[in-house]
């Protein structure tokens, strides 16, 4: 039997305090977040991170001291290997374990298949994570035969996963009584204008999860779609998730975070306290945060057909 390895890939969290910056710059300096000359693009990342620092561990000590994206991704690691024929690995873009420190586990094998927990394509993200690995296994040789896949936003699996965890969040009570947002990372307008797939295939995923909501019989009053974490001067795609809380009808709201697969400081921070404080003073009644796929046993599955399908066309 060949020997084969799946790697799944994200951006990463800070594993503790001290890690807060490491995680800024690696990801302020990536080219792929920050498109100019790198002498430039360095001088940018020093002024976000002298800017940003002391804020970010702030939040970071607010959920615990840490990114809860690595202990989700390892619960998802544990139920994987249980379905696959190949050994389960993480690798983070911006903090440990970053690709090379994956690579002696890769030393004898003979197929690596990288799935990046991003089910979106971007540039941003699944491009800079696609490259890291690929320059990676060329500098320390790796000869095994690399697959890869962009984007899975239309997974049955992924889907059906995320209505599932949208009951969750509504335990049970009448979803016309609510409306939906599915809240999405942003990015910057120009990075969307200059041909990126993200926002494309969010608004793809937005009609697949609606559809599978429409099988189950749930009907909130309304489902959006908004975008969050925005950062800096420039316009960001809209709408912002702050302009769409005060936009809603219903004063209560059941949000998912659309663009993650692993709940991170995003969900846990900024969904979780920062946009429930502005709820808050707008009178929510409910607010509501759905989890991430994490390790739902329909992501597992989801990951598992991804990865069979994969070895399918390898065959």
Same mark, same amino acid.
């Given at each position: 039997m060949k020997k084969r390895a799946i790697l799944l890939l994200n951006m990463g969290g800070p594993n503790n305090l001290d890690e807060?910056?490491?995680?800024?710059?690696?990801?302020?300096?990536?080219?792929?977040?920050i498109p100019a000359p790198q002498p430039i693009r360095a001088l940018i990342a020093k002024l976000i991170i002298f800017k940003r620092l002391k804020e970010s561990k702030s939040n970071y000590e607010k959920i615990g001291g840490k990114s809860p994206i690595v202990d989700y991704t390892n619960a998802l690691i544990e139920s994987l290997q249980k379905n696959v024929d190949a050994s389960v690995h993480m690798v983070m873009r911006y903090t440990p374990p970053f690709a090379k420190d994956v690579v002696e586990e890769l030393q004898n094998v003979e197929e690596i298949y990288a799935i990046p927990l991003y089910p979106h394509y971007s540039k941003t993200t699944t491009l800079s994570s696609m490259e890291d690995l690929q320059a990676t296994l060329t500098k320390y040789k790796i000869a095994a035969k690399l697959k890869t896949i962009d984007a899975y936003y239309n997974d049955p699996s992924y889907n059906r996963c995320i209505v599932q965890r949208i009951k969750e969040a509504l335990n049970g009570d009448n979803p016309s009584d609510f409306e939906l947002v599915f809240s999405v990372h942003g990015l910057p307008q120009k990075i969307i204008d200059q041909g990126d797939l993200y926002q494309k295939h969010l608004k793809y995923n937005l009609f697949h999860a609606r559809r599978e909501l429409l099988k189950e019989g749930i009907?909130?009053?309304?489902?959006? +779609?908004?975008?969050?974490?925005?950062?800096?001067?420039?316009?960001?795609?809209?709408? !912002?998730?702050?302009?769409?809380?005060?936009?809603?009808k219903k004063r209560k709201v059941i949000l998912y975070p659309l663009a993650f697969t692993i709940d991170n400081s995003e969900t846990e921070y900024e969904l +979780?306290?920062?946009y429930k404080e502005i709820a808050?003073?707008?009178?929510?009644?409910? !607010?509501?945060?759905a989890k991430a796929p994490n390790d739902h046993p329909l992501f597992v599955k989801s990951l598992t057909d991804i990865y069979e399908s994969m070895k399918k066309q390898t065959a």
């Amino acid at each position: 039997m060949k020997k084969r390895a799946i790697l799944l890939l994200n951006m990463g969290g800070p594993n503790n305090l001290d890690e807060v910056e490491v995680f800024l710059k690696n990801m302020f300096n990536d080219k792929r977040i920050i498109p100019a000359p790198q002498p430039i693009r360095a001088l940018i990342a020093k002024l976000i991170i002298f800017k940003r620092l002391k804020e970010s561990k702030s939040n970071y000590e607010k959920i615990g001291g840490k990114s809860p994206i690595v202990d989700y991704t390892n619960a998802l690691i544990e139920s994987l290997q249980k379905n696959v024929d190949a050994s389960v690995h993480m690798v983070m873009r911006y903090t440990p374990p970053f690709a090379k420190d994956v690579v002696e586990e890769l030393q004898n094998v003979e197929e690596i298949y990288a799935i990046p927990l991003y089910p979106h394509y971007s540039k941003t993200t699944t491009l800079s994570s696609m490259e890291d690995l690929q320059a990676t296994l060329t500098k320390y040789k790796i000869a095994a035969k690399l697959k890869t896949i962009d984007a899975y936003y239309n997974d049955p699996s992924y889907n059906r996963c995320i209505v599932q965890r949208i009951k969750e969040a509504l335990n049970g009570d009448n979803p016309s009584d609510f409306e939906l947002v599915f809240s999405v990372h942003g990015l910057p307008q120009k990075i969307i204008d200059q041909g990126d797939l993200y926002q494309k295939h969010l608004k793809y995923n937005l009609f697949h999860a609606r559809r599978e909501l429409l099988k189950e019989g749930i009907e909130f009053h309304k489902t959006h +779609l908004a975008y969050q974490s925005r950062l800096g001067p420039a316009q960001w795609i809209k709408p !912002y998730l702050e302009t769409k809380l005060v936009s809603l009808k219903k004063r209560k709201v059941i949000l998912y975070p659309l663009a993650f697969t692993i709940d991170n400081s995003e969900t846990e921070y900024e969904l +979780l306290q920062e946009y429930k404080e502005i709820a808050d003073e707008l009178g929510f009644e409910e !607010y509501r945060v759905a989890k991430a796929p994490n390790d739902h046993p329909l992501f597992v599955k989801s990951l598992t057909d991804i990865y069979e399908s994969m070895k399918k066309q390898t065959a």
